[in-house]
């Protein structure tokens, strides 16, 4: 019987980790949609230092297409999650309990020091929208962004 308890409870923590990515998997987004690479696109660089982004203030039309290019220029690690407040929140809970969980969306990624990757992005809602880091502590330490849509 403690060998079946035991068995139950390393089943759970090693599927954990996978439920919690699914949780974060999006069928639709709250800022707009993934880009389209034939379209042309405004390219926004944003430096990822240690706890803030520059520029860390971003306006853009609605319909807009931008390639953010995102360089860590920082010494840890940053992300760069694009959603609304409320959402990113949440997920931040999520990533207290799973704090090396790796983003592979289409509206996120996470960087390693010294390293540039590239988000395309069309923004077909009007609002007020967030960028942060998610790795625990650096949201709370100001490492958040703001894409105004008009």
Same mark, same amino acid.
Not at 6 to 17: E, N, Q, S, V
Not at 97 to 110: A, L, S, T
């Given at each position: !019987? ?7 409870? $390393? ?61 860590? &220029? ?6 760069? $999650? $694009? ?10 809970? &999520? !990533?207290?309990?799973?704090?090396? !969980? ?40 100001? !490492? ?7």
């Amino acid at each position: !019987m403690k060998t079946i308890k035991l068995a139950t409870a $390393l089943a759970a923590l090693l599927i954990a980790p996978a439920f919690a990515h699914d949780q974060h998997e999006h069928g639709s987004f709250s800022a707009g949609e993934p880009g389209n690479p034939k379209k042309s696109a405004r390219t926004i660089e944003i430096l990822l230092n240690e706890m803030d982004y520059a520029p860390a203030r971003i306006e853009v039309k609605r319909g807009e297409q931008i390639r953010f290019v995102l360089r860590n &220029v920082g010494k840890e690690d940053h992300e760069f $999650l $694009l959603a609304t407040t409320k959402e990113n929140l949440a997920h931040a809970e &999520v !990533m207290k309990k799973h704090p090396h !969980m790796e983003h592979d969306d289409p509206n996120g990624v996470r960087l390693a020091p010294h390293k540039t990757a590239e988000i395309l992005w069309k923004f077909t809602k009007a609002g007020t929208f967030e960028f942060s880091c998610l790795i625990p502590g650096h949201r709370d330490y100001g !490492m958040v962004g703001h894409v105004t849509v008009n």
